[in-house]
Protein backbone atom coordinates (compact mmCIF):
# COMPACT_ATOMS: atom_id res chain seq x y z
CA UNK A 1 0.00 0.00 0.00
CA UNK A 2 3.09 2.60 0.93
CA UNK A 3 3.59 2.08 -2.91
CA UNK A 4 0.60 3.35 -3.87
CA UNK A 5 0.25 5.94 -1.68
CA UNK A 6 3.64 7.64 -2.85
CA UNK A 7 2.64 7.24 -6.69
CA UNK A 8 -0.41 9.16 -5.33
CA UNK A 9 1.19 11.76 -4.03
CA UNK A 10 3.96 12.21 -6.32
CA UNK A 11 1.51 12.43 -9.61
CA UNK A 12 -1.18 14.71 -7.74
CA UNK A 13 1.67 16.32 -6.07
CA UNK A 14 3.17 17.74 -9.17
CA UNK A 15 -0.47 18.24 -11.03
CA UNK A 16 -1.10 21.05 -8.37
CA UNK A 17 1.99 22.81 -9.25
CA UNK A 18 -0.13 24.40 -12.55
CA UNK A 19 -2.83 25.90 -9.93
CA UNK A 20 -0.37 27.24 -7.10
CA UNK A 21 -0.49 31.48 -8.34
CA UNK A 22 2.47 31.66 -10.46
CA UNK A 23 4.32 28.82 -9.72
CA UNK A 24 4.46 27.25 -13.27
CA UNK A 25 5.53 30.56 -14.99
CA UNK A 26 8.48 31.12 -12.14
CA UNK A 27 9.62 27.18 -13.04
CA UNK A 28 9.18 28.09 -16.67
CA UNK A 29 10.99 30.90 -16.40
CA UNK A 30 13.76 29.46 -14.31
CA UNK A 31 14.33 26.15 -16.78
CA UNK A 32 12.26 27.10 -19.69
CA UNK A 33 8.91 25.76 -21.16
CA UNK A 34 9.91 22.06 -22.51
CA UNK A 35 12.48 21.41 -20.18
CA UNK A 36 9.17 21.97 -17.76
CA UNK A 37 6.73 19.82 -19.64
CA UNK A 38 9.21 17.15 -19.85
CA UNK A 39 10.12 17.07 -15.69
CA UNK A 40 6.42 17.44 -15.43
CA UNK A 41 5.81 14.52 -17.79
CA UNK A 42 8.62 12.64 -16.19
CA UNK A 43 7.31 12.88 -12.58
CA UNK A 44 4.05 12.34 -13.93
CA UNK A 45 4.44 9.11 -15.21
CA UNK A 46 6.80 8.23 -12.64
CA UNK A 47 3.65 8.71 -10.27
CA UNK A 48 1.41 6.63 -12.57
CA UNK A 49 3.77 3.43 -12.53
CA UNK A 50 4.09 4.15 -8.84
CA UNK A 51 0.24 3.62 -8.60
CA UNK A 52 0.14 0.79 -11.24
CA UNK A 53 2.56 -1.37 -9.22
CA UNK A 54 1.40 -0.08 -5.84
CA UNK A 55 -2.43 -1.50 -7.23
CA UNK A 56 -1.28 -4.43 -8.28
CA UNK A 57 0.72 -5.54 -5.16
CA UNK A 58 -1.74 -3.97 -3.00
CA UNK A 59 -3.82 -6.76 -0.67
CA UNK A 60 -7.36 -6.71 -1.22
CA UNK A 61 -8.83 -4.66 1.71
CA UNK A 62 -12.65 -4.71 1.40
CA UNK A 63 -14.78 -1.73 2.53
CA UNK A 64 -18.00 -2.55 1.50
CA UNK A 65 -19.67 -4.57 -1.13
CA UNK A 66 -20.15 -3.57 -4.11
CA UNK A 67 -23.26 -2.65 -5.83
CA UNK A 68 -24.76 -5.43 -7.96
CA UNK A 69 -25.45 -2.63 -10.85
CA UNK A 70 -21.97 -0.78 -10.33
CA UNK A 71 -20.56 -2.90 -13.11
CA UNK A 72 -23.40 -2.19 -15.62
CA UNK A 73 -23.24 1.39 -14.83
CA UNK A 74 -20.07 1.24 -15.34
CA UNK A 75 -19.97 -0.60 -18.85
CA UNK A 76 -22.59 2.20 -19.82
CA UNK A 77 -20.94 4.94 -18.75
CA UNK A 78 -17.28 4.57 -19.61
CA UNK A 79 -17.78 4.76 -23.19
CA UNK A 80 -18.93 9.03 -22.85
CA UNK A 81 -16.16 9.24 -19.99
CA UNK A 82 -13.93 8.15 -22.86
CA UNK A 83 -15.62 10.68 -25.51
CA UNK A 84 -14.87 13.52 -23.11
CA UNK A 85 -11.66 12.67 -22.45
CA UNK A 86 -10.82 12.57 -26.43
CA UNK A 87 -12.89 15.65 -26.47
CA UNK A 88 -11.31 17.80 -24.28
CA UNK A 89 -8.06 18.84 -26.17
CA UNK A 90 -9.70 19.11 -29.52
CA UNK A 91 -11.78 22.34 -31.04
CA UNK A 92 -15.37 20.30 -31.34
CA UNK A 93 -18.72 21.25 -30.36
CA UNK A 94 -18.21 18.88 -27.04
CA UNK A 95 -15.15 21.19 -26.05
CA UNK A 96 -17.38 24.52 -26.22
CA UNK A 97 -20.15 22.94 -24.84
CA UNK A 98 -18.51 21.41 -21.75
CA UNK A 99 -16.82 23.70 -20.10
CA UNK A 100 -14.36 20.78 -18.78
CA UNK A 101 -14.54 17.89 -20.52
CA UNK A 102 -11.58 16.41 -19.30
CA UNK A 103 -12.64 17.00 -15.78
CA UNK A 104 -15.62 15.62 -16.10
CA UNK A 105 -14.52 12.33 -17.88
CA UNK A 106 -11.91 11.19 -15.18
CA UNK A 107 -15.25 12.24 -12.58
CA UNK A 108 -17.31 9.81 -14.46
CA UNK A 109 -14.63 7.11 -14.95
CA UNK A 110 -13.78 7.85 -11.34
CA UNK A 111 -17.32 7.71 -10.09
CA UNK A 112 -18.09 4.57 -11.68
CA UNK A 113 -15.37 2.54 -10.82
CA UNK A 114 -16.32 3.16 -6.81
CA UNK A 115 -19.80 1.90 -7.76
CA UNK A 116 -18.43 -1.09 -9.63
CA UNK A 117 -15.43 -1.55 -6.43
CA UNK A 118 -15.59 -1.97 -2.92
CA UNK A 119 -12.09 -2.28 -1.81
CA UNK A 120 -9.00 0.02 -0.09
CA UNK A 121 -6.45 0.20 -2.84
CA UNK A 122 -9.32 1.43 -5.89
CA UNK A 123 -11.39 3.50 -3.53
CA UNK A 124 -7.90 5.56 -2.80
CA UNK A 125 -7.14 5.81 -6.74
CA UNK A 126 -10.54 6.41 -7.66
CA UNK A 127 -11.32 8.74 -4.73
CA UNK A 128 -8.20 11.04 -5.48
CA UNK A 129 -8.56 10.93 -9.37
CA UNK A 130 -11.96 11.88 -9.41
CA UNK A 131 -11.41 14.51 -6.08
CA UNK A 132 -8.04 15.83 -7.81
CA UNK A 133 -10.77 16.50 -11.31
CA UNK A 134 -13.40 18.55 -9.43
CA UNK A 135 -10.04 20.61 -7.55
CA UNK A 136 -8.85 20.57 -11.32
CA UNK A 137 -12.29 22.42 -13.04
CA UNK A 138 -12.85 24.52 -9.80
CA UNK A 139 -9.11 26.11 -10.11
CA UNK A 140 -8.82 26.09 -13.62
CA UNK A 141 -12.30 28.21 -13.54
CA UNK A 142 -10.65 30.41 -10.57
CA UNK A 143 -7.93 31.28 -12.75
CA UNK A 144 -10.23 32.31 -16.08
CA UNK A 145 -9.05 29.35 -17.96
CA UNK A 146 -11.75 27.41 -20.30
CA UNK A 147 -11.47 24.68 -22.58
CA UNK A 148 -14.73 25.78 -23.68
CA UNK A 149 -13.97 28.94 -25.76
CA UNK A 150 -13.04 29.17 -29.29
CA UNK A 151 -14.25 28.18 -32.74
CA UNK A 152 -15.59 24.72 -32.86
CA UNK A 153 -15.78 22.48 -35.79
CA UNK A 154 -18.26 19.35 -35.96
CA UNK A 155 -15.37 17.16 -37.49
CA UNK A 156 -13.47 16.80 -34.55
CA UNK A 157 -16.95 15.91 -32.33
CA UNK A 158 -16.95 12.85 -34.84
CA UNK A 159 -13.23 12.10 -34.08
CA UNK A 160 -13.66 12.68 -30.47
CA UNK A 161 -17.17 10.22 -30.42
CA UNK A 162 -15.27 7.54 -32.76
CA UNK A 163 -11.83 7.94 -30.86
CA UNK A 164 -13.46 7.73 -27.28
CA UNK A 165 -15.66 4.77 -28.39
CA UNK A 166 -12.55 2.76 -30.00
CA UNK A 167 -10.43 3.23 -27.17
CA UNK A 168 -13.10 2.27 -24.46
CA UNK A 169 -13.49 -1.20 -26.81
CA UNK A 170 -9.48 -1.31 -26.43
CA UNK A 171 -9.99 -0.86 -22.65
CA UNK A 172 -13.07 -3.33 -22.45
CA UNK A 173 -10.97 -6.47 -24.08
CA UNK A 174 -7.22 -5.49 -22.98
CA UNK A 175 -8.41 -4.58 -18.96
CA UNK A 176 -7.38 -8.22 -17.70
CA UNK A 177 -4.07 -7.05 -19.40
CA UNK A 178 -3.73 -3.88 -18.43
CA UNK A 179 -5.04 -4.04 -14.71
CA UNK A 180 -5.47 -7.75 -13.85
CA UNK A 181 -9.50 -7.32 -13.83
CA UNK A 182 -11.51 -9.17 -16.36
CA UNK A 183 -14.40 -6.73 -17.11
CA UNK A 184 -15.89 -9.56 -20.60
CA UNK A 185 -15.82 -13.31 -18.59
Known amino acids: ?67 DWGRTVALMVMPVAFIFLVAADMPGTIRRSVRHPMSIGIVLWSGVHLLANGDLASSLIFACFGTFAVFSALSMQRRGQSKGDGRADVKFDVIAVVGGLAVYALILFAHEFLIGVPIIT
Not at 52 to 58: E, L, R, T
Open 1 to 67: MTTLVLGIAIFFGVHLVPSLPGAKDRLVGKIGEKPFKGVFSLISLTGLILIGFGFSGADFVPLWEPF
